[in-house]
């Protein structure tokens, strides 16, 4: 887990271009320069807070720097995001940038940390998994505004991810879908 996290250090304030991942189609990101990622400690897989600023229209999230190339980095960004600040593929914008300090990369929602408060396997497991398939399940029960629907999603989760082998566990296991599935 340390390794996603960066030392605190200062906001970093530039200007980014908005691109479009050739190898993932329909995916945008905010490119990184090399200096910018050399004053982050010169590394990837890291977890940043990041505010988007065009014009007066400004938004903030949490996201994970990945190598692009040529020393360069990106953070993904959705498309609904670029909506909201009402720019596109090939626009600049300003980009802060700050360490994510929190735990998980993402916020927990309550009805999964409720859950996991009451079981102490289904804790244990979820704590075993790598980060990356830890926000994979935040994400994914945080994505619905409907409560009672987060907390069957946790539900589905986690109850899948108690049958898995440790270790073996695969997004289409915990969503039910594969052969060692609960539900």
């Known amino acids: 887990d340390s390794a996603f996290i960066v030392k605190p250090a200062a906001r970093i304030r530039f200007s980014a271009r908005i691109g479009l991942l050739t190898h993932l189609p329909g995916m945008r990101y905010l490119e990184i320069p090399k200096s910018v990622v050399a004053e982050l400690g010169g590394k990837f897989r890291i977890r ?3 505010k988007v600023t065009s014009g007066s229209k400004s938004l903030s999230f949490q996201g994970g720097l ?3 190339g040529g020393g360069k980095g990106y ?3 959705t498309q609904k995001r670029l909506k909201e600040l009402g720019v596109r593929e090939g626009d600049r914008v300003a980009l802060e940038l700050q360490p994510d300090g929190s735990r998980y ?3 927990m929602p309550a009805e999964l940390r409720a859950l996991l408060a009451q079981d102490t396997e289904g804790a244990r497991r979820f704590e075993r998994l790598t980060p990356g398939r830890r926000r994979y399940i935040l994400h994914y029960v945080g994505a619905v505004k409907n409560s009672d629907l987060r907390l069957e999603r946790a ?3 986690i109850e899948n991810l108690k049958t898995l082998p440790e270790g073996k566990e695969s997004f289409r296991e915990m969503l039910g879908l594969g052969k060692n599935a609960k539900f």
């Open 48 to 50: 940043l807070v990041c």
């Open 66 to 68: 990945v190598a692009l």
């Open 75 to 77: 953070i993904s960004i």
């Open 105 to 107: 990369g993402l916020q």
């Open 155 to 157: 539900m589905l989760l």
